[in-house]
């Protein structure tokens, strides 16, 4: 049998696929869960949920059929802990955006809080809300 270039070529990939594969924890470890969304009333709503630290925090104002304008952001990549005030930056977290201090009554919004391990079923939680 002739071992062709393209042979070869095809085995150092795939061994190094291997090595680098190995190399990793597949499974993440640092994949989080989160759960049970819920949202305090009024302008400056707390949200709370169960599980894991977030390690981001969005809120979304609804623009015709769509959740399009950004009003609030906070991240925090070492994790933020459950409950977070609208409009107040937890210690550690840093503010991405922020479009309005308050919220508006009867304007929709959607909350989105993220953990790490986002390829994890259940490390992200999204909930629509009417002050």
């Not at 190094?16 to 993440?28: G, M, P, Q, R």
């Not at 840093?94 to 809080?113: F, K, M, P």
Request: aromatic content about 8%.
């Amino acid at each position: 049998m002739r071992v062709t270039k393209q042979v070869i070529t095809a085995l150092t990939v795939a061994g190094f696929c291997a090595v680098l594969c190995s190399c990793f924890d597949l499974t993440d470890a640092e994949d989080r869960t989160l759960s049970n969304l819920q949202i305090g009333a009024g302008v400056t709503p707390t949200f709370s949920w169960n599980g894991d630290d977030a390690t981001g925090l969005s809120v979304r104002r609804q623009d015709s059929a769509r959740f399009e304008t950004l009003v609030w952001s906070i991240g925090n990549t070492s994790g933020m802990p459950s409950p977070v005030t609208y409009g107040v930056v937890p210690q550690g977290a840093d503010e991405t955006a922020r479009l309005v201090s308050v919220l508006t009554t009867g304007i929709t919004y959607e909350v989105r809080v993220g953990a790490a391990g986002f390829f994890a079923e259940g490390a992200t939680v999204t909930k629509t809300f009417t002050p």
